[in-house]
């Protein structure tokens, strides 16, 4: 109790609207329940604890373990860490990729209109939709077998991935290269470029293995 000019004033007053101070105060579930909501959002733990009146110690101590589901375009967000959007991200970039390859554009004929009744072939296009495909299928398991820790290790640099895109769809990409290579070298076979494991196997010679 305190006394202001005779009138007698509780210590309490008003404690329930008084503004915490990063650090002090006491940690509600509300207060765990949105911190997580924040850091799930992509903000940094300094920053879910100022929103809520904590230090960053105190957010990382309560939600240290949430995992952001996206990366905030500030200068000082943290990286995107979240294992299924980092898997998702990575099949768009390198399907993309693979898509606007100029190698494999050149070796798309499309017919160009040249007028009412007159067309042109020339080479220029996206590759086949059955490459795109088979390409999409071997990344999508070669990043399913990933571990969260290679995934973000991945996504550090753009020389892994570089490297990693090569790796996964290196063979497959030779392959369909070197049957269009060989297609316009010796003329149209009738058949169109397939994967390799929808391609019927040759027999083995009586006698072999």
Do not use: C
Not at 29 to 49: C, K, S, T, Y
Not at 156 to 176: C, H, I, M, N, P
């Amino acid at each position: 109790m305190v006394k202001r000019g005779g009138e007698v004033v509780g210590m309490n007053r008003g404690r329930s609207n008084r503004s915490r101070r990063p650090g002090r105060g006491r940690v509600s579930q509300e207060d765990i329940d949105a911190m997580a909501e924040l850091r799930r959002q992509g903000l940094g733990f300094a920053e879910v604890g100022a929103r809520r009146g904590f230090s960053e110690k105190t957010a990382r101590r309560y939600v240290g373990k949430v995992e952001p589901r996206l990366t905030l375009p500030q200068g000082d967000a943290e990286p995107e860490t979240d294992p299924r959007a980092l898997r998702e991200r990575f099949a768009e970039d390198f399907l993309e990729i693979l898509y606007r390859d100029k190698r494999l554009n050149a070796l798309t004929m499309r017919l160009r209109k040249i007028g009412p009744d007159a067309e042109i072939a020339e080479y220029g296009g996206p590759p086949s939709i059955l490459f795109l495909n088979e390409a999409e299928r071997l990344l999508r398991e070669r990043l399913e077998s990933m571990g969260v820790l290679a995934l973000r290790l991945l996504a550090r640099t753009k020389q892994l991935q570089a490297r990693f895109l090569r790796e996964t769809v290196g063979s497959l990409y030779s392959d369909y290269v070197l049957w269009h290579k060989i297609a316009n070298k010796f003329g149209k076979t009738g058949e169109d470029w397939r994967p390799p494991r929808e391609r019927p196997q040759l027999e083995s010679e009586e006698g072999e293995g």
